[in-house]
């Protein structure tokens, strides 16, 4: 059974840094493209990043540009998101999203997501 | 960047109704359209792809159709376990955006 499951959520001040990880099982991680995407308390659903299967290709949304860093461990079958300089228009639920073996693919598979709250 | 407009924002239908939203992209993007479910606290859960392709083990009343900037979505029976929210998604270039969602409601 496929499965995403989100950690390293939690409370951090503006400005802080916070690793997330996501944990893949039950399909061949190294073969497929991995998104996050976030969502804000009460608001919809806003892609942030992407990684191609292999690591080499990365991409941001505007809001994740130059603060935010998506890369992966395909040994480890684990996807992460490096966030630095967080703000508190960063606090969201993030979901890490399975793609397809190419980058432009529909997310067939979510995790239960994890919290990330900016606050002082 | 590909902006993805939803409507209606909200809607609310009786058991057995028929329901459609539509979704339209500011550019044309072929069929590279998906539709997802999200039940509230919970991880969305794709149900269309490409427009009108039905994932795996999603209950045959769901459908869609369009193509290049207009795009429908359709349950043809509404069930109770039919409420939340519905997002479309495009996949047609980078940023892969969504439209801002609508919410399903029983009456």
């Known amino acids: 059974e496929v499965h995403l499951l989100e950690s390293g959520g939690g409370l951090v001040r503006p400005g802080g840094s916070l690793r997330l990880s996501c944990a893949a099982s039950g399909f061949t991680f190294s073969s497929y493209a991995m998104s996050w995407v976030r969502q804000a308390p009460g608001k919809g659903l806003e892609w942030v990043s992407i990684i191609t299967s292999s690591g080499a290709s990365t991409d941001y949304g505007d809001s994740a540009r130059g603060r935010f860093s998506i890369s992966r461990d395909n040994a480890k079958n684990t996807l992460y998101l490096q966030m630095n300089s967080l703000r508190a228009e960063d606090t969201a639920v993030y979901y890490c999203?399975?793609?397809?073996?190419?980058?432009?693919?529909?997310?067939?598979?979510w995790g239960q997501g994890t919290l990330v709250t900016v606050s002082s | 960047d590909i902006q993805m407009t939803q409507s209606p924002s909200s809607l609310s239908a009786s058991v057995g109704d028929r329901v459609t939203i539509t979704c339209q992209a500011s550019?044309?993007?072929?069929?590279?359209l998906n539709w997802y479910h999200q039940k509230p606290g919970k991880a969305p859960n794709l149900l269309i792809y490409?427009?009108?392709n039905l994932e795996t083990g999603v209950p045959s009343r769901f459908s869609g159709s369009g193509s290049g900037t207009v795009f429908a979505f359709t349950i043809s029976s509404l069930q109770p376990e039919d409420i939340g929210t519905y997002y479309c998604?495009?996949?047609?270039?980078?940023?892969?955006?969504f439209g801002g969602g609508t919410r399903v409601e029983i009456k």
């Open positions: 999203a399975k793609g397809g073996p190419v980058i432009l693919h529909q997310f067939d598979m």
């Open positions: 490409d427009a009108s």
């Open positions: 998604q495009q996949h047609d270039d980078l940023p892969l955006t």
């Open positions: 550019q044309d993007i072929s069929n590279y």
